[in-house]
């Protein structure tokens, strides 16, 4: 590299730190116009800028440089005070300097076109308001300034305590280091044989040692939040101009450490929550007047670090979110029953805005609404181990709160065994863990043909065999499981392995490019014991085990991608059915003798009570039969029932056979094709009735006596 | 062939050994890293079949991929004793499990064959050229080919 091509790089990377200070500096010079210390600090940067251009020969830049200073150093004489429109012609000033900047990073020279128009817009400040021909002698420089100028700050950020790092490195070390943890807890097993030996007392300071070592190496891996959230000055800044708003941005926190991935993974969210907060939170100065409010909205974002996680906190003082709204069109979009919906308390209710395909703004802007969102921004947190709340008080403004790991590079994990091998799963899709034995297997779980369901405290949750899944034979077979709960993406299923261990802080490493393929895996870990251990994907699993997970991509294509699990039955007469696994309570089957009669009804008795029983088949009228159906229905030796709970109670469903459970998306359907069912559906190419209980319960005259 | 070959003084290659079956292998000492034995391998099921597990190398997680399923032989038996040639490919450390290591020889350029044509497809498909070494035909495998994994 010649000298000056390193001269330009070290131009490239400075001004880059200095544009965005420089955006934050002018956004605030906007709302304290006679801050003369931050006055004099945005003319030096313009200033230096132009030096520095006019030395390296970039003539483009150099005259918007020259211009800018014109107009700060008529500002800094006090000939102008700063408004709304010099600060937009700044900040445009700002954003083409970093256009051109980009430019030249990639072909080293300015780009063609003209400036001139920008030009013409900052001096068209200095002749509009006072008349005065603009400056065309360049200003002094502040540091030649006369004695008893006004003292100037240094610039924000000091370059002469910091080094740059290439991550690679980083990360190496970050290795190493867990490596030296290991190799001491070696060490440390030979110690232990001998409590007053030799090896005692280095041991316990190899440890100490190490420790810290690793935990300056993580410290040295955090950049600033300010990266991300010091930008949401200029940006609301912008958006509340378009949006005709009046806005004072608060950010605190901005030296909190974050990990550089989990900081890129904070940036989309952010922008997202801003936007609503500015579009959908904040009211118009006219709205906010007439409710007592003073006009100038209020957005606040703050970070700080509490029990090892990063917390960001997005408030506003606007409207509020109206969780009535959000209710009903939940109703509406059938995500949710009116029965159901009174059950909800005020954070259910306001937690349903993360729902795919809810969004309470009618109206489509430019900036925000378009009824997806919401759902995008809880799935990218969760997916770098997050989460977010969201709390809000109607007229008075909204609070989201964010939390997130404080580094991605280290994971608490639980240890699963499967067979021989033992596999890591991220603890952030934890729930629970259920332990059964031989005894209590039968009892617990429901075999539906392919798909086995575990009734946990009232509910069918899915099943999926790991080892199935990872087509592994060494499976032990003492009878006893452990159903490791997980929820992925909103959706619940229960992971089938032979036991588990403890939980760990692991350190996760990217899978060897030659697995790269292989969808069961996120990534590796070392633990404790040095062995390489594979890190589980629980939404993988949970994809190719046929649970269906809504992905941002599903979830920003279209409402419809909304998924409701069934279960599918062959009804007596060999139609498909299927029913809504949220209604589902238990699926049984009775001995004929077990029947009887009350009234017109069969019922059996059934956990202490008496259950009437549906028959489907004779309730769904006008079905044509085909060949295969009126070639008689073999009589079983048991009835198979579906047991639901209704308004009146729990009602048996008797059908041929219990066969699948499946995710479908909610819409499209067609419509019923006959009293007593819903929807018509078509799942794995074959039409299947969705049944409509309550329908089917009154046409078969059961009633609330019961 | 021979005429292709560079006369140049000082054409010597420089090769690691090793032992697969009952062939007698080489890659060029500048691909290898060090060799490892005894190590523990984590299986990775639903990985591609040449790929025999996971090793821990001082930190670094590496793939292990099974010489004698990308020769055509049998799949390792998993108790059966093995040698890791660690090799450094595209910016990544991976592993090549063979039945034994042996010594690192130098060899002139003057003594290469070209892989005869009793060689088998299989095994021929992932050489580069040939050398006699005493009784035994030593066979120069190409780092790539050996490591692709379907």
């Known amino acids: ?706 | 062939m021979t005429s292709v070959v560079a006369p140049a003084p000082a054409a010597q290659v420089t090769l690691c050994t090793f032992v697969v079956g009952d062939l007698l292998l080489g890659l060029p000492v500048e691909h290898v890293v060090e060799v490892v034995r005894g190590e523990r391998l984590t299986r990775v099921p639903l990985a591609p079949g040449s790929v025999v597990g996971l090793l821990n190398l001082r930190g670094r997680i590496v793939s292990a991929v099974d010489a004698r399923v990308r020769l055509g032989l049998d799949r390792r038996d998993g108790d059966r004793e093995c040698a890791h040639i660690i090799i450094t490919l595209d910016d990544e450390q991976v592993s090549l499990v063979v039945d034994r290591e042996g010594e690192v020889v130098a060899l002139e350029s003057a003594t290469r064959y070209d892989v005869p044509e009793t060689v088998p497809p299989e095994i021929r498909r992932l050489l580069v050229s040939a050398y006699r070494r005493d009784e035994a035909l030593l066979l120069v495998l190409d780092p790539h080919r050996v490591l692709t994994v379907d």
């Open chain 1, 1 to 706: 590299m010649t000298e000056d091509e390193e001269i330009l790089l070290a131009f490239l990377e400075e001004s880059r730190d200095n544009l965005d200070q420089l955006d934050k500096d002018l956004v605030a010079l906007e709302t304290d116009p006679h801050d003369v210390a931050l006055l004099a600090r945005v003319f030096r940067v313009v200033h230096t800028l132009k030096g520095t251009c006019g030395f390296l020969g970039l003539p483009t830049l150099e005259g918007l440089a020259h211009a800018g200073e014109d107009l700060l150093g008529a500002l800094r004489s006090a000939e102008l005070v700063l408004d709304r429109p010099m600060t937009s012609s700044l900040l445009r000033l700002v954003d083409a300097v970093r256009h051109i900047l980009s430019c030249i990073a990639v072909t080293s020279a300015e780009p063609p076109e003209s400036q001139d128009h920008l030009v013409a817009e900052l001096r068209g400040h200095l002749s509009a308001t006072t008349g005065v021909v603009p400056h065309s002698q360049p200003q002094p420089a502040p540091a030649d300034a006369p004695p008893g100028d006004e003292r100037v700050p240094p610039p924000a950020r000091t370059a002469d305590t910091t080094v740059r790092v290439d991550v690679a490195i980083l990360d190496t070390l970050m290795d190493l280091v867990g490596e030296l943890v290991l190799v001491g807890s070696r060490i440390g097993e030979l110690a232990a044989l001998d409590d007053d030996g030799p090896l005692a007392a280095p041991y316990r300071d190899l440890r100490v040692v190490s420790a810290e070592l690793q935990d300056s190496v993580m410290t040295a891996r955090l950049q600033p939040v300010g990266t991300v959230t010091g930008k949401f000055h200029r940006i609301a800044r912008d958006l509340a101009a378009a949006l005709g708003k009046h806005i004072v941005v608060q950010v605190e926190g901005e030296d909190v450490g974050v990990d550089k991935a989990v900081n890129e993974a904070l940036r989309d969210p952010l922008l997202h929550l801003v936007r609503n907060a500015l579009d959908h939170g904040i009211e118009s100065p006219a709205e906010r007047t007439a409710a007592g409010k003073p006009v100038a909205g209020h957005l606040r974002i703050r970070t700080f670090h509490e029990g090892g996680r990063v917390h960001l906190e997005v408030s506003d003082d606007g409207r509020g979110v109206d969780a009535e709204a959000l209710v009903a069109k939940a109703v509406a979009a059938s995500l949710l029953t009116g029965d159901e919906a009174t059950r909800l308390d005020q954070a259910d209710q306001l937690a349903l805005m993360f729902h795919a395909g809810l969004s309470t703004k009618q109206d489509v802007t430019s900036t925000s609404g378009r009824g997806v969102g919401m759902d995008v921004v809880r799935t990218s947190l969760e997916q770098v181990g997050g989460s977010i709340e969201v709390a809000s008080s109607a007229g008075r403004g909204t609070q989201f709160r964010l939390s997130i790991p404080l580094t991605l590079a280290i994971m608490p994990i639980l240890v699963a065994w499967c067979g021989d091998e033992h596999y890591a799963i991220p603890q952030v899709h934890l729930r629970e863990v259920v332990h059964l034995d031989a005894e209590s297997l039968a009892d617990r779980i429901d075999v539906v043909s392919s798909a086995r369901m575990l009734r946990l405290r009232g509910r069918l949750l899915p099943l999926v065999d790991l080892a199935a899944c990872l087509g592994d034979t060494s499976r032990r077979t003492d009878g006893a499981l452990v159903v490791v709960v997980l929820d992925s993406d909103g959706r619940r299923f229960g992971l089938v392995v032979d036991d588990v261990g403890d939980t760990v802080d692991a350190v996760v490493k990217p899978l060897p490019r030659r697995l790269r393929g292989v969808v069961a895996y996120a990534g590796t870990t070392i633990l404790g014991d040095g062995r390489a251990t594979l890190i589980l994907d629980v939404p993988a699993l949970a994809g190719a085990a046929g649970i269906a997970v809504s992905t941002p991509e599903d979830a920003a294509s279209a409402a419809a991608t909304t998924t409701v699990g069934l279960l599918l039955a062959t009804a007596p007469d060999g139609g498909r059915l299927a029913v809504r696994i949220a209604q589902v309570r238990r699926l049984e089957h009775f001995a004929h003798e077990q029947v009887e009669q009350m009234g017109a009804l069969d019922v059996v008795q059934y956990a202490g009570g008496i259950l009437p029983l549906v028959h489907v088949s004779a309730l769904l009228p006008e079905r044509r039969l085909t060949g295969r159906e009126a070639s008689g229905v073999p009589t079983s030796e048991s009835i198979a029932a579906v047991v639901c709970h209704g308004a009146q109670g729990l009602v048996g469903f008797v059908v041929r056979s219990i066969d699948d459970v499946v995710a479908e998306p909610a819409v499209p359907r067609q419509p019923p094709s006959r009293p007593g069912v819903e929807a018509c559906l078509v799942v794995d190419g074959q039409v299947t009735e969705l049944l409509d209980l309550e329908a089917l319960t009154a046409a078969a005259g059961i009633g609330a006596s019961l």
